[in-house]
Each structure stands twice: as structure tokens, then as C-alpha cells.
């Protein structure tokens, strides 16, 4: 913009203002693209003072039925050791026989009751080796903080598939919003207060999603009508179709349709072969 402008005017602080203007233009917030780093510092997890003090416990189900009537994985974790141990399972097993299962791996792998012991060489290890990869990650982030009250957008994504999202639109919308923060939970996480159309939505959200509203009095704020499901995603689909027409070559013609998409103003519709669209999306042509 600032290029295009001084080719014919010039005043003093013309690329100050062009900055100021696109900063709080409300549809550049809604749809530029960030091409900074990566909001928030990297977290470390605490790095636990005995050995199987912290675990981390999950299940992988839906496996083929083994003859000993095993259908599910128990999954622990030892961070101190950096260790996974992976023990089949009935999913239908009582928590008494998962305690018992869990204290006999304990034991098969540590003994009682030395192994239980801290050994402060493996925690000096990984604590040298956390620093090492939170000084190597943060310089690839920023760090960034709201405070409660104040109102940020929330980037969402289209989902890829269909014959208009292959196409580059400019103005796709990229964020949605603003919203206001209601808490900051913890150093990277902030709870919003979303609007009842999204109450399937988990309000928490990592600072990474968000970005700071600038507001303006020109500004009419309105959530745009976006559905956006749970993973923070929405679908760019056909709406209807605006015009036709036929595009004559040497040897054939070619019926094209111009298709007016989901999310987005008339100014962005495409032209688009008709036996493509019949055939993705038959229920426009009805």
C-alpha cells in the first residue's frame, strides 16, 4: 500500500501513517496472515525429584482381540528415565487389578525399595538437556501477554478439500472475533468469553491462536457467520451459482459457472468448469 500511495501523493510520515492505517484496518486484522515467530515461550514440564513421581498414563484401543483376551495397550511413561512401558490390557479391568498391575511393573522393572530412590545424575541429565532445548526453541518464539479484559482474535482454518479452497483467496477469512479474556491460566493460556454459537467449543485457548485486536472507532464489530467446529476449523463449500457461460477455443466450448463460495463476499466468486461442479455438488444444478 505504501508503495502504491507514493507514486502519487507524498506528506511527511506517509510510511508511519500507511502502517498506522493497516494496523487497525479491521479486515486486514481478520484476514492478513502472521509471518512474525511463534507466539509464547516454551514451557518445560517439572522435571520430578523421584523416579516415577509424575506419570503419564494413556490407552490404545480398539486393537484385534488376542486369544488371552487382551484388547487394549496401558501406556506409562517414567519422564525421569525417558522410559515408555507398554502392558496389554482388558479395557473391562477393574481399577483394584490396574493397581495391582501397575505396582508388580513397578517392581519388575525398579525392585523395592532402592530403585525408588532419587538418583540425581539422570535428573541433572535431563534438566541440562531442558534448558538446552527451551534456550534453542524461545529463539524461534516470541513472547507475547494479554490482560484480562482485553479483547483479541482467534485464528480459525478453512478445511481443505473441494474445488474453491484450492484456489488462493486473498481475503479468506484467517481470525475471527474480537473476544475478551475473561482469565490467563498459567503463563501461555487464556480463557475467552465466546458467544453462545460457539458454546461447543472449549473457551481455552494457547496464546500461539490468538492475536491482539487494535480497535478504531470506525469499526462495526459483528461475529462473522463462520461455523466453526471444535478443532477450530470451517468448511468452504458452494453457495450458489451466480452466472454461466461458455468459453469458445478453437476446436470446442467449454460451459463454465461462476460459483459464489461459503465464507466469502461476491467479489471473490470463481469461475469453475460446469462438469466438475455437477459432478461434486449436484444439488446446486437442481
Not at 81 to 100: C, D, R
Not at 102 to 115: D, N
Not at 141 to 157: A, I, Q, S, T, W
Request: charged share 30%; hydrophobic share 35%.
Amino acid at each position: 500500500m505504501y508503495h502504491d500511495v507514493k507514486e502519487l501523493y507524498w506528506w511527511d510520515g506517509l510510511k508511519k501513517d500507511v502502517a498506522k492505517f493497516v494496523r487497525k484496518c479491521l479486515i486486514c486484522q481478520q484476514v492478513k496472515a502472521e509471518h512474525q515467530k511463534s507466539s509464547g515461550l516454551l514451557q518445560p514440564l517439572e522435571i520430578p525429584e523421584w523416579k516415577w513421581e509424575h506419570i503419564a498414563m494413556d490407552f490404545v484401543t480398539g486393537l484385534p482381540r488376542s486369544q488371552k483376551g487382551f484388547d487394549a495397550v496401558w501406556v506409562i511413561v517414567d519422564r525421569l528415565t525417558k522410559s515408555a512401558h507398554f502392558l496389554p490390557v482388558s479395557i473391562s479391568f477393574s481399577l483394584e487389578n490396574m493397581a495391582k498391575l501397575y505396582t508388580e511393573e513397578i517392581v519388575r522393572l525398579h525392585g523395592i525399595p532402592i530403585s525408588i530412590v532419587s538418583d540425581r545424575d539422570p535428573r541433572e541429565r535431563l534438566q541440562s538437556a531442558q534448558s538446552r532445548q527451551k534456550s534453542y526453541a524461545d529463539t524461534r518464539r516470541k513472547d507475547l501477554e494479554f490482560e484480562v479484559g482485553d479483547r483479541v482474535f482467534l485464528r480459525v482454518k478453512p478445511v481443505k478439500g473441494g474445488v474453491g479452497s484450492k484456489k488462493g483467496k486473498k481475503l479468506k477469512p484467517r481470525y475471527i472475533g474480537p473476544f475478551e479474556i475473561l482469565k490467563r491460566i498459567g503463563t501461555v493460556v487464556y480463557q475467552l468469553q465466546l458467544p453462545s454459537s460457539m458454546a461447543k467449543i472449549h473457551n481455552v485457548f494457547h496464546v500461539s491462536t490468538l492475536k491482539k485486536y487494535y480497535p478504531d472507532p470506525s469499526h462495526v464489530l459483528q461475529l462473522e457467520g463462520i461455523e466453526v467446529d471444535e478443532s477450530l476449523t470451517y468448511e468452504e463449500g458452494p453457495v450458489k451459482v451466480l452466472e454461466r457461460e461458455v468459453k469458445e477455443l478453437r476446436n470446442k466450448k467449454i460451459p463454465l459457472v461462476k460459483i459464489l463460495w461459503k465464507n466469502h463476499g461476491i467479489e471473490e466468486a470463481t469461475w469453475e468448469l460446469e462438469e466438475v461442479m455437477q459432478e461434486k455438488y449436484p444439488e446446486l444444478f437442481h
